[in-house]
């Protein structure tokens, strides 16, 4: 099952359609199961997929965008069962899997979120969203939990965009909550595609799934140059079933 996550950067406010063609090209080559987009636009459709967003109506977000959305194919079960500004929890079924997947797709906030001193609703988020993990895992003990989105902080490192708080609040609380995060890597090393920013899009999984493939990393600009978003998105790849004895 490959798990990809991207932030789109609101293709519909920095430069409309022209993004937003490139955004879905980008995503098709990549052909993930379960896509959690973030800042993205209804332009931004996938065919074959059927999807999960919070309201437009919700925060800082014209009519036409969505803090998140998750898609996963149309032949998969899918049911909301949370969402707040920001976030959204939702059931993902896939067929013939042995249990069921708990997405949460999310952003916690950047530090310069109006209306607070620097980092102060970025840590509020952190914690108030580490806790839904925590509480997800306990409530859905047969579920597989997966959480995906814009975390705003690296985390391969004590180092680049973050504060110290909030990185340790996630790494104290994933383990509390049954994950590890896959994509805690320095992107910018040559082994890692030397591309120009941090990753601060990440995909924490549950323990019990088999990272099988990457994690690797979604360029933000085309090897032509031509900018996608500000953020480079994430994708791994892990298996459902256990491994025969």
């Not at 909550?177 to 549950?206: F, K, Q």
């Not at 088999?210 to 791994?236: C, F, Q």
Request: with cysteine; aromatic share 6%; hydrophobic share 40%.
């Amino acid at each position: 099952m490959k798990i990809a996550t991207w932030n789109l950067d609101r293709p519909w406010k920095n430069g409309r359609r022209r993004r937003a063609d490139l955004q879905r090209e980008r995503i098709r080559s990549i052909g993930a199961d379960i896509w959690v987009l973030t800042e993205t636009w209804a332009e931004i459709q996938l065919p074959g997929y059927r999807c999960a967003s919070t309201p437009s109506s919700l925060g800082s977000y014209d009519a036409s965008e969505s803090a998140v959305a998750i898609w996963v194919p149309e032949t998969w079960g899918l049911r909301t069962l949370e969402v707040t500004t920001a976030t959204l929890c939702a059931e993902v079924v896939p067929p013939d899997a042995d249990s069921p997947v708990l997405v949460y797709g999310t952003i916690i906030t950047w530090h310069g979120d109006p209306g607070a001193k620097s980092w102060v609703k970025h840590l509020e988020e952190a914690d108030r969203q580490t806790i839904d993990w925590v509480r997800l895992h306990g409530n859905f003990p047969s579920h597989r939990l997966i959480v995906a989105g814009d975390f705003n902080m690296t985390l391969h490192a004590d180092k680049g965009y973050g504060h110290k708080d909030g990185r340790r609040i996630v790494r104290e609380r994933l383990p509390l909550a049954g994950m590890v995060c896959a994509t805690a890597i320095d992107i910018r090393d040559a082994a890692h595609g030397a591309l120009e920013r941090d990753n601060i899009d990440h995909i924490c999984i549950d323990h019990r799934l088999t990272l099988v493939a990457g994690p690797y990393a979604i360029p933000g600009s085309t090897k032509e140059g031509d900018r996608l978003t500000d953020h480079n998105g994430m994708v791994v790849e892990v298996q459902m079933k256990a491994p025969p004895p």
